[in-house]
């Protein structure tokens, strides 16, 4: 719920004038006390998002975060000024029900909870051409190209900052000593930076149905990447279990995509409601 505030209160907070960038852009949302407020909601899930993974792997605390979109539909509907569609309140259904299918049928395992760079190259290396590919098409693009081509970029970045933040957690019980000097925790903090920019920039953009999907999609398959390749966690499920899980993984994807627009679509009009 607070992921889903929080996008809706920094898109119409960094759409209000597309030609800033930057430091520039950054200096501007600062000053704005929409993008504040959403900024305090991300903080908070964020703090709520690092505690689900002191009890639980990735594979099983990520696929949980996209119903921010199930506990967004009505608050935003009722913010429009509206009721939910028929449509809408289908989608979150199936969204619902395949989280529940996925969590029971797959198991998700926790694996460990830090892995040194060495099991981090690979992967890491990976994400990180996809990233930078991510930026540098952006720059020659704009309208909703640019905006999915940023938010994939951001997917990206939160997908590593549910990583590190799970290292991170680890490292509590040693101290704050060795929270502060461990390496996981630097890399944190950067990939927290530039996620949020490039998530700014993302709404600045285009609309919110072109960025938000690509975020909300792109954050749980890549944690979920990193958990099996670099954590070693794991789906206890085998045979058809396979099959299902592969299905309901496709679902998931769907309803999400479809209840992100939704999502951004009220949220648009809301904000265009309230304009003077």
């Known amino acids: 719920m607070l992921f889903a505030l929080a996008a809706v209160a920094q898109q119409t907070s960094a759409a209000a004038d597309p030609h800033d960038r930057g430091l520039r852009m950054l200096a501007r949302l600062v000053r704005d006390p929409r993008w504040l407020a959403g900024s305090l909601g991300d903080t908070a899930a964020f703090a709520m998002q690092a505690v689900a993974l002191g009890f639980g792997s990735l594979l099983l605390v990520q696929p949980l975060i996209v119903t921010q979109l199930v506990f967004a539909l009505p608050l935003a509907a009722s913010w429009a000024g ?20 996925f969590v029971t049928v797959g198991e998700p395992t926790a694996g460990v909870d830090r892995a040194g760079l060495t099991a981090w190259a690979p992967t890491g290396s990976v994400l990180l051409v996809l990233f930078a590919a991510c930026l540098v098409a952006a720059r020659s693009t704009t309208g909703t190209a640019r905006a999915l081509l940023l938010a994939a970029a951001t997917g990206i970045a939160y997908g590593v900052v549910a990583a590190l933040t799970l290292g991170v957690v680890d490292t509590l019980s040693d101290g704050i000593t060795t929270v502060l000097t461990s390496w996981e925790t630097s890399a944190l903090v950067v990939a927290v930076v530039g996620g949020t920019l490039l998530q700014q920039a993302a709404f600045q953009a285009g609309a919110l149905g072109a960025s938000l999907p690509a975020v909300v999609v792109g954050e749980p398959v890549v944690a979920a990447v990193v958990g099996v390749t670099v954590l070693d966690e794991r789906l206890s499920t085998g045979g058809a279990g396979w099959a299902l899980v592969a299905v309901l993984v496709a679902v998931l994807v769907v309803a999400t995509i479809a209840l992100a627009r939704a999502s951004a679509g009220a949220g648009t009009e809301s904000s265009g409601r309230r304009a003077p």
Not at 83 to 101: D, F, H, I, M, T
């Open 82 to 101: 509206r009721r939910p569609s028929r449509r809408e309140l289908a989608w979150a259904a199936v969204l619902v029900v395949a989280l529940v299918l």
